[in-house]
């Protein structure tokens, strides 16, 4: 069986970008705090997704709707009405991480496809179980904290679908649950969607240099010339001891295109390319990478599959992240 490629859509305009690339599924959100990049100018209202939607289903392709966001104590109408909206319009899953969202989501629309988020963080045959049985998960989206043989031990034994990360974000094992950015700027990105909001980033011209500060908080300081990433606390570089690092997690892109094989051969069901907050020549570029990268395995040209997308890619940089490396 072929390798799903699931492609980012902020925009309706990002969304015809990916399908024309070569994407097999998009996977997209609302235009609210129900999804994780809930950002100014990005995202779809009700009749651009089931246009969307439609748009999808004519060319032969499948949406997913992330509502994959927790909701706020005593107010999870938003999050109800998302997903009730999703199933109207014909989506073909939603891509969920909260325990009550899931159980609506479960009694209210018992036919709706359900996928179970990285926000969730279920990386063990434990919990995936756990999600699997109590509200019928189909497909998990891992955490990237795994290396390709343990997912392929994951697959054997967990018996739903697997999703995988190819291209994007690194991402911490906290997987978008950020508590530094929440104290930072007093807005959750667990609950509002917006990790580092862009209303609470500013830029300060230091001599020779260039401080990038999240509310009052300087993240990091860079040379002219230096690649300067977004400032987001997980890839902020701190003074300790005296010396100046990334103490969490570096500016680089996860990319996993000359690896497409072993993730294949682990028994992956989708590889997911990330960047919903990218415009559409990012999307055009990596999706359409990546579908050459697929036709080309199975044609059995695994020696084509290699591409670089450095130029895309965050800080620059690509690495395979623990898909190779694993943890010590």
Not at 47 to 58: K, N, P, S
Not at 86 to 115: E, M, N, Q, T
Request: proline share 5%.
């Amino acid at each position: 069986m072929s390798l799903e490629l699931v492609c980012p859509a902020g925009t309706p305009a990002a969304l015809h970008a990916a399908i024309a690339a070569g994407a097999d599924t998009v996977y997209c959100g609302y235009r609210d705090c129900t999804n994780a990049r809930n950002y100014p100018g990005l995202n779809f209202d009700r009749d651009e997704m089931a246009e969307g939607i439609d748009f999808a289903h004519r060319h032969g392709r499948k949406v997913l709707v992330a509502v994959n966001t927790f909701p706020v104590a005593g107010d999870p109408a938003p999050w109800h009405a998302a997903i009730d909206h999703a199933a109207a319009s014909g989506a073909d899953a939603v891509i969920l991480a909260d325990i009550g969202v899931l159980d609506y989501a479960a009694r209210r629309h018992p036919d709706l496809r359900r996928h179970l988020s990285v926000q969730a963080s279920a990386s063990n045959e434990l919990s995936i179980a756990w999600f699997r049985d109590r509200f019928d998960i189909r497909r998990v989206v891992l955490p990237r904290v795994l290396s390709v043989d343990q997912i392929a031990a994951l697959v054997r034994r967990i018996g739903i679908e697997t999703e995988v990360f190819a291209f994007g974000s690194v991402g911490p094992m906290s997987e978008g649950r950020c508590f530094l950015s929440s104290y930072i700027t007093g807005l959750s990105p667990t609950s509002m969607g917006a990790c580092a909001p862009a209303s609470h980033v500013s830029y300060i011209d230091d001599g020779d240099a260039t401080l990038s500060c999240l509310g009052h908080v300087t993240l990091n300081r860079f040379k002219r010339g230096e690649p300067a990433a977004y400032p987001t606390p997980c890839k902020g570089r701190f003074v300790t001891h005296g010396h100046a690092s990334y103490l969490f997690e570096e500016p680089v892109a996860l990319n996993a295109i000359d690896i497409l094989g072993d993730l294949k051969a682990a028994g992956v069901t989708a590889l997911k390319i990330e960047g919903r907050q990218r415009g559409r020549a990012y999307v055009t570029e990596v999706v359409g990478s990546f579908r050459r990268g697929l036709d080309a395995l199975e044609r059995g040209d695994a020696g084509v599959v290699a591409h670089t997308l450095r130029s895309v890619a965050e800080g620059s940089r690509e690495t395979h992240g623990a898909y190779k490396k694993g943890w010590r």
